[in-house]
């Protein structure tokens, strides 16, 4: 199975299906409650689109450049940009476009929610400590661990600094949305999971034994790929639900009084 053709199998397909589901629900004037609607989630995911690869590029070029994963050179154009082909670019964007179709998919069914919104900064500051704590461990096993530890411990490496800021900022506007989160992450984590395990399986790209942990999930996938994805949707879903709740937009004006936002 060629990279383009995976793409096109499983991530063009369905984002195609999800732009039909959002065309019948514009005109059947289904809209979010308690979030942004129209432009702005298309802004949202256009930046983190934008977000995915300015951040991702260095690291999965360290990746490939240091034998981490490395791709299978007949099933790819030969295209390559750095260290990496131009179809795990286009991953990048195909996979953050898919996780925010989906986000949108499900913040379009929720139940808005009834209770007043009480902020926390035990959540927001306890959840940033412990995500600190975490990085430091990682960022410790990453330059000193055993070299099985590498993959799992760069992700986090890498991860963690990203997902840091939007706890500090949010992580009581998460919980309060943690259904609608919980049901971005896992599902879009699962899926992309077991794809990923065909391409592994069919050789379109490798993850090198001496620099994984060895623990295979279904005696295929390597646990590092099940949280790579995790943490990327988690990226999305933490975004995409922090630019749009109305919680977050009462708070950024809050915290800054002279910047004001347009609701949709």
């Known amino acids: 199975m060629t990279y383009f053709g995976f793409l096109l199998r499983f991530l063009v397909v369905p984002i195609i299906i999800f732009l039909v589901i959002y065309l019948l629900d514009e005109k059947n004037k289904k809209h979010i409650s308690g979030f942004k609607n129209g432009r702005p989630v298309w802004i949202a995911i256009g930046i983190h689109i934008l977000l995915a690869l300015v951040y991702t590029t260095p690291w999965d070029n360290y990746l490939v450049a240091t034998g981490v994963w490395y791709y299978n050179p007949q099933l790819v154009t030969g295209i390559v940009l750095g260290y990496v082909p131009i179809e795990e670019y286009t991953f990048f964007i195909l996979e953050t476009l898919f996780a925010g179709l989906w986000w949108w998919f499900l913040a379009r069914r929720q139940n808005p929610k009834a209770e007043n919104f009480?902020?926390?900064k035990i959540i927001r500051f306890g959840s940033f400590a412990f995500l600190f704590v975490l990085w430091i461990i990682f960022t410790v096993l990453f330059f000193a661990g055993p070299p099985s530890l590498t993959y799992l411990s760069i992700i986090f490496f890498w991860a963690l600094p990203a997902i840091a800021p939007q706890l500090l900022f949010g992580a009581d506007?998460?919980?309060r949305h943690g259904k609608l989160v919980a049901l971005t992450i896992l599902p879009m984590a699962l899926y992309l999971s077991a794809v990923d395990s065909l391409a592994i399986t069919a050789s379109t790209w490798t993850i090198a034994v001496d620099q994984s942990t060895g623990i295979l999930l279904g005696g295929v996938l390597p646990i590092e790929e099940a949280i790579f994805f995790i943490v990327t949707v988690?990226?999305?879903?933490?975004?995409?639900?922090?630019?749009?709740?109305?919680?977050a937009q009462d708070r950024i004006q809050e915290w800054f009084p002279k910047f004001k936002t347009k609701s949709q």
């Open 118 to 120: 009480v902020p926390s």
């Open 173 to 175: 506007i998460l919980w």
């Open 234 to 247: 988690t990226l999305v879903a933490f975004g995409m639900t922090l630019f749009l709740a109305e919680e």
